[in-house]
């Protein structure tokens, strides 16, 4: 008997150790009332919740079956996030006692399942917001989610395979404000399936099937987007009432004609880009110009469509625009020479089109801060285009073909070139790409230019004084590809300078900068620099902050105070991994960061020579010099000793 009572205790103890450990799962984290439990791998809520949580995240998570056990038989929610379980079945009637259940996720689950078995979620008595989106939802199946929801104001259906929107659909949510069904695969939606939805402000029809809207009345809609479809189409209702739609997204579609909008309208943003437009008429017909009344639009996108032309007269209802952008057409011809057009304009994109001819009139685009020209092949423009706009700010005109004036040339020394001078809000200027040969003294005075791209300019010839005028203002500064082997412009001129690109040239020696130099990044990658002048690398320290040296045939220890200033001071090297430099005991480049001073300081075989060379005939002077001591010596003796 006493030896089973010592043997219980162990056997007891083996056959816990035998049983299974109990799971323990990571806690969730309670901030006052807001419960977050997200990604523990639960099935449900932990039963040991404080009474009255406002707000459970149970997101991406186990979770399979929705019931009250699920939810630790809690109903108090303001909000109950679900996104990502694999939520299959849900308790009937289960939101029925959550009277202030406001925000509702199910989002990213398998609620097509539960809709197989045509039973109502609701009802939904105090919802606003449901996320219903990534579920594998089909026509029809929404009906089981919003059929009892009176006060649902917000209900996203992204990305289901919804094929139809019916005339019943969201009949029993008439409080909706805001309807998202992007990326579903809808086809046809039934003649005033949103008409009884008078508190409809937004929808968002984005990544669909639309072919056309031939009918569109809905007066209260502010925000619509019908872009990534394939709508051929788009007419308005005719009618003498107000449309309140201020944002209106038709990209991405296969439009052929302009869009038949609304006499009486807000619209402050149009975006038609990504169509196949090849005329602003909504008929198509060449002889039929449309009048488009657009009194309120700010902003407006025709990119990327077929568009030759737009007449002046295009424009006359546009009195508040602000952004035009028709880049990526086919338009050779384009002018403003009326002065009280596009007052209000800020930016106009015209790039990338086939551009011959350009007109802007005296007067014209008071307010113009930014004009995109690039990809242009622009050659002949009046000469003092750019200086007609006193607002410009921003100028792009890469890839064109013009020539710079000098600020004392004539007109008739060269009527083709283009005046950049006495430009006075003149910030940005890009002529990269243009086959610019030479850069003309004062080519930019009293311009203040911060930011000059005179990259991709092979055989570009720069004189002394290029760069007049722009001592105190120039801080960006892009000489790359233009083949340059020596730079003879003092830059320690331009006093604000701070960023300056010389990459993919010929350059064998640096550009000459004093102490006063203010440079912080320089890039030199791509050149065929040896030997860095000592004196500018010690006059760069003091301001160098990243400096670019891949590629380039650097000598080891001809560049002691470079790798001094990389190794040991804070200036950055971002492509350190390519900056390499020879070194004669070594067959291949070495990686400045493996280079020591001790590698450039031991003795070669030639010194060793030398030095072998100057021993042997010091000692032979010593030997000599011992010798002929000794012969004097001996002769001094045999006299003092003779008879």
Known sequence: MATLQLLFPLLVSCVAASAPLPLHLPPCQVVQMDVFCSDLSLRSAPHNLPQGIQMLDLSRNQVQNLTMETLAYLTGFHHLNLHSNKI?????????DMTDLKVLDLSRN????????????????????LDLSSNGLYT???DYFLADSPSLANVSLDSNSITKIAQNTFSGSLSLRKISLHNNVILE??????????????????????????????FNLKVLNLSKNSIELFHSSESTERYLLVHLDLSENKMHYFPLLPVKNRLEHLDISRNRLQTINVTGNPEKETEVFFSCLRYLDMSYNQLKSIPESFFYCMGKLEVLNVSNNCINSFSITNKNLLRTVKIINLSYNSLQSLTFGENTLPSLEELFLQGNDLTILDQHIFQRFPSIKHLELQQNNLEICTSDQKHHDSPNCVYFSSIPNLQRLNLSENNLRTLPKNAFADSPLKLLDLSLNPGLEMEKDSFNGLENSLVHLLLRENNISHLSLDLSSLRSLKHIDLSTNQLTTLPIWNKESSIESLNLQHNNLVTLDTSTILALEHSLKTIYMGSNPLRCCSNLDFLNMVQHSGVIVPDIETVTCIHDDYSEPVNIKKVTKEMC???????????????????????GLLVRCCHTRKRKNSRSFSA
């Open 110 to 129: 398998h609620l097509n399942v539960f809709a197989q078995s045509k039973v109502n979620i609701g009802p939904l008595t105090a919802v606003q917001s």
């Open 601 to 623: 300081h031991k003795p070669t075989v030639q010194n060793s020579i030398i030095a072998v060379v100057v021993t042997a005939l010091l000692v032979m002077v010593v030997l």
């Open 189 to 218: 939606i039934e003649d005033g399936a949103f008409d009884n939805l008078d508190s409809l402000t937004e929808l968002d029809l984005s990544k669909n099937s639309i072919t056309c809207i031939t009918d569109f009345n809905l």
């Open 140 to 142: 029809g199946m929404s």
């Open 88 to 96: 299959h079945s849900i308790q009937p009637g289960l939101f029925k």
